[in-house]
């Protein structure tokens, strides 16, 4: 159940697309109304966003794809590089945006496991060379990373580093994802959003989040594929 990078692109536009005239038929239901982010969910992205943004070195890692995990490198590369200039991790907060392919970062392992993420998404595990049954890059294992010293999301989020997940791309790929297992859209939205990793907040969307970051002094770095 594979995701190729070019389908699930023209697949994500194209449900949007239908849901803004005729209501998504993976979902059963208009897009505004599936969208589940009321004005007080919105309202506490945005204070958590600029409550958390510190330091007077700030960066927005867009994380579109999993792109052999680039979204989580690039994290750690900009805290190492700021270490090395002589900025202390409370002077800087980089934010990762896992949107698209790259959501299944901000799950846990139970929700891997279930939906067989590693193969939806084409994320294969370093050690064992199959699709990842695991989330490999939360507490990662000596051979996750390609350099043993780079650092999981737990480790970064210890650090000060922020990870928020796109809703809109949980809603389409949920929905999608229940519609080929035969299960109720909104239930597998639902355990979805359970799974989150702790400390990982929902935005809107990552659009939404990439550019509110932007708004709030952060860099722009694309980790995308």
């Given at each position: 159940?594979?995701?190729?990078?070019?389908?699930s692109r023209r697949q994500?536009?194209?449900?949007?697309?239908?849901?803004?005239?005729a209501g998504l038929s993976a979902?059963?239901?208009?897009?505004?109304?599936?969208?589940?982010?009321s004005s007080a969910e919105v309202s506490e992205a945005e204070q958590w966003l600029k409550s958390n943004l510190k330091g007077s070195h700030r960066v927005v890692i867009d994380g579109t794809e999993p792109n052999d995990a680039f979204p989580l490198i690039w994290t750690w590369v900009y805290y190492l590089g700021n270490n090395q200039t002589s900025v202390p991790d409370n002077d800087m907060t980089a934010l990762c945006v896992l949107r698209h392919n790259a959501i299944p970062f901000a799950m846990e392992d139970r929700l891997w496991k279930k939906y067989n993420f590693?193969?939806?998404?084409?994320?294969?595990?370093?050690?064992?060379?199959?699709?990842?049954?695991r989330n490999p890059y939360y507490e990662p294992k000596p051979g996750d990373f390609p350099v043993p010293a780079i650092e999981g999301i737990k480790r970064m989020q210890e650090r000060g580093a922020l990870f928020t997940v796109c809703s809109l791309a949980i809603m389409v790929y949920s929905g999608e994802v229940a519609k080929q297992l035969g299960l109720d859209p909104e239930e597998v939205r639902k355990d979805w959003v359970s799974g989150l990793l702790p400390g990982v907040?929902?935005?809107?969307?990552?659009?939404?989040?990439?550019?509110?970051?932007?708004e709030n002094g952060c860099s722009y770095v694309y980790a995308g594929g």
């Open positions: 159940m594979e995701f190729s990078k070019n389908n994500f536009i194209g449900t949007l697309a239908l849901g803004a005239t979902l059963t239901q208009p897009l505004k109304a599936a969208v589940p982010f590693g193969e939806i998404f084409n994320v294969k595990d370093n050690i064992t060379k199959s699709p990842a049954t907040q929902a935005s809107p969307s990552g659009v939404w989040a990439v550019t509110r970051a932007q």
